[in-house]
């Protein structure tokens, strides 16, 4: 099955690009365009609404919208075009425009890589490669589809841009390692413990304990596929009080322990 043609590719620089400009005049999207930001000082508009982006958000504009943009930036984007019959278009339309809460280092690594290999190799609608960083990318988009929807819908209620929830996922991912507490996430975004709490939890769809969970269990399966740390030593690295409670989440999310976990990943990388 065809999945896109990428008609255009590449890392789009606004002081390369237009030397002495403030903004691009509105126009309209003919293609699915995808860009992923690293570097911002400015705005993206997109059918008359302003988006404040930042390092490691997206943005996806689909055909038919009007799309602009506040300089400066600098991000990878791919344009393309789909069959009318491709469930991957489908997923696409169903997406949000506006993606602010992601694991920016995921989605780095998905373009870095794509945009590497096109450079480098060429493209070809025939590539395993470029396809099988199309689906990668196709389906964290649908995985991060809701809580993103959840922000914009939350950020729309209020008078300005809410930027607490993506501190507060960014002081998450920044300091697992450490023994942090809710009243401790809850104080880098002005709010109070209980009602940080209930906007976090409507946003992301968990709460707060079980994103921080989630993001050391995430790097403790990272650990555990490499050789070189013990496991009292993953668990501790991991933000865990002891080995033992690091085993009993661990099973619990995957029904699995630590050690046949990485066993499974030893055998699967080194055999």
């Known amino acids: 099955m065809e999945i ?3 008609t255009e590719y590449g890392i789009f620089d606004t002081k390369t690009a237009f030397p002495g400009r403030r903004r691009t005049v509105a126009r309209s999207v003919t293609e699915y365009e995808i860009e992923f930001y690293t570097a911002v000082t400015g705005h993206a508009v997109l059918d008359g609404r302003i988006y404040d982006i930042t390092p490691g958000t997206l943005i996806c504009s689909k055909p038919g919208e009007t799309r602009g ?39 780095g690594r998905i373009f870095e890589d794509l ?19 199309l689906l990668e990318l196709f389906y964290y988009l649908g995985k991060d589809a809701q809580r993103n929807r959840n ?15 993506p501190r507060a ?6 300091h697992y390692r450490e023994d942090i507490s809710l009243s401790d996430i809850a104080y880098v975004t002005g709010y109070s413990p209980n009602y940080f709490h209930h906007v976090f939890t409507a946003v992301m769809g968990k709460t707060p304990q079980r994103y921080l969970l989630d993001v050391r269990l995430g790097h403790a399966k ?22 033992a409670y690091f085993t009993e989440q661990f099973k619990k999310m995957t029904y699995t322990t ?14």
């Open 4 to 6: 896109c043609e990428l």
């Open 222 to 243: 990272y650990l555990l596929a490499q050789p070189e740390k013990t496991l009292s030593e993953i668990a501790y690295e991991c933000g865990f009080s002891s080995q």
């Open 115 to 133: 945009i590497r290999h096109l450079f480098s190799e060429g493209y070809s609608k025939e590539s395993d490669y470029v396809n099988a960083k």
């Open 169 to 174: 996922v960014e002081f998450i991912r920044e």
């Open 258 to 271: 630590p050690g046949q976990y990485r066993k499974r990943c030893m055998e699967r990388y080194y055999s």
């Open 69 to 107: 943009s506040v300089f400066d930036f600098r991000c990878f984007y791919i344009h393309a075009r789909f069959p009318k019959a491709s469930p991957y278009r489908e997923i696409l339309d169903s997406v949000p425009n506006f993606y602010r809460i992601i694991d920016r280092e995921v989605y």
């Open 151 to 165: 922000y914009l819908e939350h950020t729309a209620r209020r008078i300005q841009t809410d930027s607490a929830i």
